[in-house]
């Protein structure tokens, strides 16, 4: 890795793309993953995952049990014992918008965690979430307890028993009938084909987990995305977030372009002065000048209104004026008295002469300012109160703050949408982005 | 008349620069005074401010929560600011070795820049996280797991072929002689002598490869040296959550919880590696090759040329972390809100909270005003350490 070489040996180049792979790999890693787990479901989210191709892409588990399509959701967290694994079918609702009965010996095997994870619900709620549930229930409920626990077996609908052991009694929140969660244990001998199981425990002593009947397959969930979008009030906090964005842009180019003219070419007594002291601010940090600043806002009464977040745009910023000075600075001056000679006024020149000869550093300021507003955390933290004026900063955090940060999928779905305009304007300005690394060398 | 026109010029020019001195005075250093005058202030909310003289500053040398907060940002700083730096550093050196795919790596490594800070906190919150978090994925499958390398490089290569060359450790038999062959000068001149022998190629590549095949068994070697119940007992860290310290029993190390925010600050490096390449291509080429007719090494051209060259920018860069790393707020507000155990309550939230959530605008001032002393302390020393080392050419 010889530097600055015009030929590096042949050898070292692959080791150095080889680091700087995995180098690369670290940048973009977190991004793919933020992807990856928007277009997950729920519960793939949950667990860790099993594989790498588990962590980029949700498995989905269909099946077909006595001929009716199943939706299945693997449980590995609320199996009842160590290395339990739960399969929960739900049969999909057919054509005429039913659901389809499962057999009738049906069988409840879930573990009390499952009861703890939804505390309460409706009865609408539970028929919407999982009706075949209700179903089966109630054809235990509906009959005497059929489950005998001298001799520990099941007695289905159908005459045939079935080893099994209770879980525990409980009462149905809606309408207090009693339900029987029962477990309903398999051995490997039994035959398996005439018993349907919502809830299949998959154990290799057990052998019940019929291939015939699970099929996996990748489950690419973009649903989150609109669910998502309305959690954070999308629209709304996008609107407030442009806005801002917007006036922070203007005001930045016109006040900054306008005070690095009159640093640039201007005359007047203590200029170098000013100028000294506008780069020493630059050191100030915003700590330090929150609290004054924001009495100020508030002795105005504008805390709790955009306005704090823009109008000091309008005054300029001392980085920008530094930036746009130096560029100046590097103007021809030959235009500037030629235009002068023909008698323009120094406005005239400022819009005729030096902006359109200025336009990709100009460019630059826009681009800068817009991504430091766009991302702006802290600003609209402190001025911003009602939920009505959050900027997507805000949204996206008070929605991840509500939610105690459960709802990944969500949370990513949320924070692509978010950061998508940024990279896809990178995309589109990659030129500007990388000229002004170039040449200011300085942060964005 | 001439009066007049100077005048008028004068005049122009301060209209010019109106809007800023506005802001000069009212955002920059009206405030930056204010902020002083409060610092010795009592100043309850909706009141106006009484003076109390030093009282602030008296209360912030005896509170043990200012102290834990000046620690966190230092240890912080004292972290993240030279990892972050080398880091960019040597990601800028290997990107400038003229390699195929540069403009690739750069757009790669400037990405994370364009990620809103909300969306990083989350995002990292989630990658953090303990119990399905991506790092505790890849650690659990490097560490915790039976047949921990199986898992991830099958994953990754998904070669179970691979497993047999893998155990051979014969890899490094072959491989340490023919890079020798490859690359070492005297006997490369005698096997090779054309200079890029497609042959020379192959080697060195079934060198690369055997050697990074044969990395693996080393580091397996390495893991089933660990007794079974260590690595049954292995417990990845619960990183934001996780108070202890790292390296565990050193009073003053960060904890994990830092190190979680240590960790996700080098993820916003690349931006600055895309810097400092930026820096190197300016470095003229007739340096190098003076260097190299003075038969100048590798490491010499570094450490003489390159260093040299780039350094009014990493010192720049070196400035502006430190003041950054003094207002690190948004990570942990989000994050952890400065949780465990203040562990990560950085000094800038530490102002916040005192302001706004328990409205003691004067103390918080006197935060405020010490921040800003030791910011300017700190950037003076880079400075003056710098001022041996920091080559500023010709202009």
Redesign the interface.
């Known amino acids: ?20 792979l995995c ?2 790999a ?6 793919v ?2 992807v990856a ?1 928007s277009l997950k479901p729920l519960d793939q ?5 099993e ?3 588990s ?1 980029l892409l949700a498995t989905g588990y269909t099946a077909t049990i006595d001929g009716n399509d199943c939706d299945v959701t693997r449980e590995r967290e609320i199996a009842l014992e160590p290395n339990d694994v739960l399969y929960i079918v739900r049969p999909k609702p057919t054509a005429d918008g039913s659901v389809p009965f499962l057999a009738g010996e049906l069988t409840l095997t879930f573990g009390p965690d499952l009861w703890r994870k939804i505390p309460s619900f409706t009865e609408a709620e539970l028929a919407q979430m999982n009706a075949p549930v209700t179903a089966a229930v109630k054809v235990l409920a509906d009959k005497a307890n059929p489950y005998d626990p001298a001799a520990g077996v099941l007695h289905l609908a159908s005459g045939r028993s079935v080893p099994a052991s209770i879980v525990r009694e409980v009462r149905r929140p809606a309408d207090g009938a009693p339900l029987w969660l029962v477990r309903q244990w398999i051995p490997a001998d039994t035959d398996t084909k005439g018993v349907s199981s919502p809830f299949v425990k998959v154990d290799r002593a057990w052998g019940i987990l019929r291939a015939d009947e699970l099929r996996t397959g990748p489950k690419i969930i973009p649903q989150n995305y609109p669910v998502a979008l309305r959690r954070v009030h999308f629209a709304r906090s996008l609107a407030n977030t442009l806005l801002v964005c917007l006036m922070c842009v203007g005001g930045t180019i016109v ?1 900054s372009v ?2 690095a ?3 640039a070419f ?4 203590g ?1 170098n002065t ?1 100028f000294g ?2 780069l020493a ?1 630059i ?14 806002w508030r002795s105005v009464g504008w805390v709790g209104t955009f306005k704090p977040l823009w109008v ?1 745009t ?5 980085f920008f ?1 530094f930036l746009l000075r130096q560029f100046f600075l590097g103007l021809p001056k030959d235009l500037l008295d030629a235009a002068r000679i023909d008698g323009c006024s ?1 406005l005239e020149i400022l819009w005729n002469v030096v902006v359109p000869l200025s336009k990709p550093v100009i460019a630059m300021v826009a681009l800068f300012t817009f ?1 430091g507003a ?5 600003g609209p ?2 001025y911003l109160s009602h939920p009505k004026q959050f900027t ?3 949204s ?2 008070s929605f ?2 509500q939610h105690g ?1 459960t709802p ?1 999928h969500l ?2 779905a949320a ?1 692509t949408v ?2 998508l305009p ?2 896809v ?2 995309f589109f300005a ?1 030129k500007t ?2 000229r002004s ?2 040449t200011t ?4 | 008349m001439i009066g007049s026109g100077r005048f008028r010029r004068y005049a122009t020019g301060y209209a010019f620069i109106l809007p800023w001195i506005l802001g000069l005075t009212f955002l920059v250093a009206g405030p930056f005074l204010a902020a002083g005058y409060f610092s010795l202030c009592e100043y309850p909310p909706l009141k106006d401010p009484m003076y109390i003289g030093g009282a602030n500053y008296a209360e912030l040398l005896g509170d043990p929560s200012f102290h834990r907060a000046l620690g966190v940002t230092m240890l912080y700083a004292a972290a993240a600011i030279p990892l972050g730096v080398i880091l960019a550093m040597t990601l800028a050196m290997l990107l400038n070795a003229r390699i195929r795919g540069q403009s690739f790596y750069r757009v790669i490594f400037y990405l994370p820049h364009l990620v809103p800070t909300v969306v990083v906190a989350i995002l990292w919150m989630w990658i953090f996280n303990a119990k399905a978090g991506l790092l505790n994925f890849v650690i659990g499958r490097l560490f915790a797991a039976g047949d921990w390398w199986t898992g991830l490089f099958f994953d990754v290569a998904a070669l179970k072929v691979g497993k047999f060359v893998i155990h051979g450790g014969a890899c490094w038999l072959l491989a340490a002689p023919a890079l020798a062959a490859a690359t070492w000068g005297p006997l490369a001149r005698r096997l090779w002598p054309r200079e890029n022998s497609r042959l020379r190629q192959l080697v060195c590549l079934a060198a690369i490869m055997a050697i990074v095949l044969a990395a693996l068994p080393l580091l397996s070697a390495a893991a089933h040296t660990l007794r079974p119940e260590d690595v049954r007992k292995f417990r990845s860290p619960g990183w934001l959550t996780d108070g202890d310290p790292m390296p565990a029993g050193v009073g003053f190390a960060p904890s994990w919880a830092l190190w979680s925010l240590i960790i996700m600050s080098m993820w916003s490096v690349g931006q600055m590696a895309v810097i400092y390449l930026a820096k190197l291509q300016d470095v003229p080429v007739e340096l190098y090759e003076a260097a190299e007719i003075d038969g100048a090494s590798w490491w010499r051209k570094t450490v003489s040329v390159t260093i040299p060259m780039i350094s009014p920018v990493i010192l720049f860069n070196v400035v502006m972390a430190i003041i950054g790393a003094f207002q690190v707020f948004a990570e942990p507000y989000i994050m952890t809100g400065g949780g465990p155990e203040d562990k990560t309550r950085f000094v800038a939230m530490f102002v916040y909270e005192q302001a706004f959530r328990y409205h003691r605008l004067g103390y918080a001032s006197a935060v405020a005003a010490v921040l800003f002393v030791i910011i300017i302390a700190l950037t003076l020393v880079a400075f003056r350490v710098s001022k041996k080392h920091v080559h500023y050419s010709g202009r």
Request: charged share 10%; glycine share 8%; no cysteine.
């Open positions: 890795m010889s530097i600055g070489d015009r030929k590096t040996p042949w050898h070292l180049r692959t080791i150095v793309h080889l680091v700087l180098g690369g670290f940048f973009v890693l977190p991004l993953w933020m787990t989210t949950l667990q860790r995952p594989s790498l191709r962590v006040s306008i005070v003219y009159g640093f201007l005359e007047f007594p200029r000013l002291l506008t601010t050191m100030v940090p915003f700590v330090v000048t929150m609290i004054p600043v924001y009495l100020m000091g309008w005054l300029g910023s001392a004026i120094e991504l766009w991302k702006d955390f802290m933290l402190i997507l900063s805000l996206l955090q991840a703050s940060g990944w949370l990513m924070s978010f950061s940024l990279i304007l990178f990659m982005f990388m690394v170039a060398g300085i942060k964005g």
